[in-house]
């Protein structure tokens, strides 16, 4: 499996690696390590889904074994071909590749029936004609143990028959499931007589109508492990209290046995990561599909503009340990904004634009101003923008009336305009009829070419700009939290804490020319507004469309230093 000295330091030190490094230097095994992901293909990957991928292709890579990509579709009621074509791509896009070893769990229908028949046989298991209530009921609660169904101790004879004629189609839904026949007493409920098939007549996507019956997911997941000789089957703590369920199954069937090992799932603020409560965000419409910018999936952050890069990373910093607790989202935004920092060019672009007017300036003239691409990537060089008559500015960088220590622009004070000249508010011009300010008037110091002025003035404001004769208009949408809470999944519904603010769009929104030609997933960082990703190319005109990724306040460190001076 590889040895403690050849481990890399970006995730060494968890509990997970502990165990494994033991069992090497015990020599309790030789067996190359096997791990896998094993998703329901009943939606789209999210970012909890990343932290669990990373694991177990991670482990595989250190240790030089292999990780399966296995699909448990045991379900043909929710599952389709759709959703795992798009975790394919996902796994991928996160840098991963499975090679050859994708599999199914309906690869192993017959074998898993075949143990099925086994414990049947052995008085292990047996054929319930209870409804799905009855069974709820006689199951009991944590505080009172469960009743047998009066079914329990019919003979093994006719329970073989009946689950035959189950598997032959002879009984429509619900009409009978098979159980284990374990402990109806256990203080642990998921053995008492856990349901391990039941009747399902809709047509699978792989296997069509072959099957009339499908192994339920307790059962199937931890034979396919056994099938697939998996060496540590890595999941997350839920699925601990299973695990007795699992060892039960294994041991009654006699396979192979994968060592089950846990670790805390990712909690993150403002999110949900329920994968029922986010098909049901998709279905009433709440967003605009699975890989909505707002949304926590995969594909959701990568339409926004997160690289593969920012959440591994993350994945990585969070770390592996069994004690569940909250991430902070400010952590998730921290480092994609640290990858992106590095590897984006600036340019500048005006969401929300106010037409100022610079009146000293010839009104045919223009001029090329250098501008620095990524002051932090000597390397990625500068480019030229456009001076002239007539700008545009955000319009938050104008106030007509400001409070004491604003540094933007307002009537009668000077500013600086990145790259280009000092200017002073002249004159605010407003419709006659909404009395709105539709443009400014200003005139520009040309003697301060690139924002310094010889006469040593200070100027305190910086603003960002684009030239109209050199900038397009375009979309830009900017997305906030999807919740207005921190602990969504504490409360009912999930729907009275959806934030009916969680996207803005500013259709009228001006961009250097520079990125006219910007392709889908470019990303760049918009001087003091953030960065940016090309969400698609507008059909109607051909022209960029944008998502914000993330603004440039690092809300993470703030976070970090206020807990160091608190401490």
């Known amino acids: 499996m590889g040895n403690k000295s050849e481990l890399p330091n970006q995730i060494s030190n968890n509990f997970i690696q502990e165990i494994i490094e033991n069992q090497i230097n015990s020599n309790e095994s030789d067996q190359k390590l096997v791990t896998r992901f094993p998703p329901e293909p009943n939606g789209y990957l999210h970012i909890g889904h990343a932290k669990s991928i990373s694991i177990n292709f991670e482990l595989a890579k250190i240790y030089e074994g292999k990780c399966h990509l296995r699909f448990d579709d045991t379900n043909p009621t929710k599952e389709s071909p759709h959703f795992i074509e798009s975790i394919k791509k996902d796994i991928k896009w996160l840098g991963w590749d499975w090679g050859s070893n994708l599999f199914y769990a309906s690869d192993y229908f017959q074998q898993l029936f075949e143990y099925a028949t086994k414990l049947t046989l052995d008085g292990k298991a047996y054929v319930d004609e209870s409804s799905q209530e009855q069974i709820r009921e006689l199951r009991g609660t944590l505080n009172s143990p469960g009743l047998e169904s009066k079914y329990r101790n019919r003979p093994i004879s006719e329970n073989i028959s009946l689950l035959n004629r189950m598997k032959n189609g002879d009984f429509e839904e619900g ?84 060592q089950q090992i846990e670790f805390a799932r990712l909690n993150l603020s403002y999110t949900v990561l329920s994968k029922r409560k986010l098909s049901e965000l998709v279905e009433n419409k709440h967003v605009q599909g699975w890989d909505d910018p707002r949304m926590p999936t995969i594909s959701g952050l990568r339409k926004r503009g997160y690289t593969a890069e920012s959440i591994k990373n993350f994945c990585n910093k969070i770390g592996v340990a069994k004690r569940q607790n909250t991430v902070e989202i400010q952590l998730l935004e921290h480092c994609v904004r640290e990858d992106l ?63 004491k220590k604003y540094f933007r622009l307002s009537p009668g004070k000077e500013v600086r305009l990145r790259y280009g000249y000092i200017i002073k508010c002249t004159n605010v011009i407003r419709d006659k009829i909404s009395n709105k300010i539709i443009q400014i008037e200003c005139e520009y110091d040309p003697q301060t070419k690139g924002g310094y002025a010889p006469d040593g003035r200070k100027i305190k404001g910086t603003i960002h700009w684009v030239s109209s004769a050199n900038s397009f208009t375009t979309q830009v949408n900017l997305f906030h939290n999807l919740f207005t809470v921190e602990k969504p999944d504490e409360h009912d519904s999930i729907t009275e804490v959806l934030n009916p603010n969680s996207i803005e769009v500013f259709s009228e929104a001006k961009i250097e020319n520079h990125l006219l030609q910007a392709k889908p997933d470019e990303k760049f960082q918009f001087e003091r507004l953030g960065y940016f990703c090309v969400d698609q190319i507008n059909p109607n005109n051909n022209l960029p469309i944008f998502n914000r990724t993330v603004t440039l306040r690092d809300s993470w460190n703030k976070i970090q230093k206020s807990n160091k001076s608190s401490s």
């Open 341 to 403: 920092n590095k590897n984006c060019k600036r340019i500048m672009g005006v969401i929300n634009p106010l037409k100022v007017v610079i009146t000293n300036y010839p009104e045919n003239k223009s001029e090329k101003l250098e501008a620095i691409n990524n002051p932090e990537q000597p390397e990625m060089g500068s480019r030229q923008i456009e001076f002239s008559r007539e700008i545009y500015i955000d319009s938050d960088d104008f106030m007509e009336n400001p409070p």
């Open 175 to 258: 009409a009978m499931v098979l159980r284990a026949k374990i402990d109806m007493k256990s203080g642990n409920i998921n053995l008492r007589d856990p349901v391990l098939y039941r009747i399902i007549k809709t047509p699978h996507f792989k296997t069509g109508t072959q099957w009339k019956i499908y192994p339920t997911y307790d059962f199937a997941h931890g034979q396919s492990d056994s099938i697939e000789k998996i060496t540590h089957s890595i999941c997350t703590m839920e699925f601990e209290d299973h695990r007795p369920l699992y060892n039960w199954l294994i041991e009654n069937i006699n396979i192979h046995h994968p």
